[in-house]
């Protein structure tokens, strides 16, 4: 779990190369992977949907064009990052704290994260907040990177503690920009363990896809 001045800090420094980043770190799969959520999301068929650490918004646009007459409203407690998401294209957006959420309970049918989880300060705190804001019989889906648990387990450790910090520092000019993301990957729960976590606090059926081999996943669960 992170410390929230550090994480918003570092995502204010290096806002304006965030989406350039992730594309090159990632080769371009984590397009991919939004696809996919949105295409789960798009089969339960949502009235209205809160994207929270929407960031630069791509995992909320990329929902806005599968679901044109949904309500997407995304969320970030991150202004650099949020102004972002608002000039790209998402519609409603709004500063917020994702552990104390502005909403009334079961304001939403559906509540996305996406690589926002595992930097909050507050595992079990923010998904009881994000079941609150859902209605009852609602879903969930959080989407973030995993520890692959075949072959490519340790390979992919070396490229996250010795390739993926350097890199990242050099496209954003923040030369610490990435170095936590290793170690804050490695304690994230993951596979049974997250959905161990979200059975803990009070959701129901949660399951997991893996994607890539193991080097992300993406959790459901209802409400």
Do not use: C
């Given at each position: 779990m992170q410390d929230p001045k550090f994480v918003q800090q570092l995502f204010s420094k290096i806002a304006d190369r965030y989406v350039v980043t992730n594309r090159v770190l990632s080769?371009?799969?984590?397009?991919?992977?939004?696809?996919?959520?949105?295409?789960?999301?798009?089969?339960?068929?949502?009235?209205?949907?809160?994207?929270?650490?929407?960031?630069?918004?791509?995992?909320?646009?990329?929902?806005?064009?599968?679901?044109?007459?949904?309500?997407?409203?995304g969320s970030d407690f991150c202004q650099e990052m949020l102004s972002h998401a608002t000039e790209r294209g998402v519609k409603e957006t709004l500063v917020a704290d994702a552990l104390n959420l502005p909403f009334e309970s079961?304001?939403?049918?559906?509540?996305?994260?996406?690589?926002?989880?595992?930097?909050?300060?507050?595992?079990?705190?923010?998904?009881?907040?994000?079941?609150?804001?859902?209605?009852p019989g609602g879903h969930v889906l959080i989407l973030d990177f995993s520890l692959p648990t075949n072959v490519l387990r340790g390979p992919y450790r070396w490229y996250l503690h010795n390739v993926l910090p350097r890199l990242?520092?050099?496209?954003?000019?923040?030369?610490?920009?990435?170095?936590?993301?290793?170690?804050?990957?490695?304690?994230?729960?993951?596979?049974?363990?997250?959905?161990?976590?979200?059975?803990?606090?009070?959701?129901?059926?949660a399951q997991t896809v893996s994607l890539s081999l193991g080097i992300a996943s993406i959790y459901t669960a209802e409400c």
């Open positions: 080769l371009g799969v984590d397009i991919l992977w939004r696809h996919q959520v949105s295409r789960l999301v798009a089969g339960w068929r949502p009235e209205s949907l809160l994207d929270v650490a929407t960031g630069t918004g791509d995992l909320a646009l990329e929902i806005q064009r599968y679901l044109p007459n949904t309500r997407v409203v079961d304001s939403f049918d559906v509540l996305t994260v996406a690589f926002g989880l595992r930097n909050m300060a507050d595992y079990p705190a923010a998904l009881q907040e994000m079941k609150r804001v859902v209605r990242a520092g050099f496209l954003t000019g923040e030369n610490n920009a990435y170095k936590y993301l290793g170690e804050s990957i490695e304690a994230f729960p993951s596979g049974e363990g997250m959905e161990s976590l979200l059975h803990e606090q009070g959701f129901k059926n």
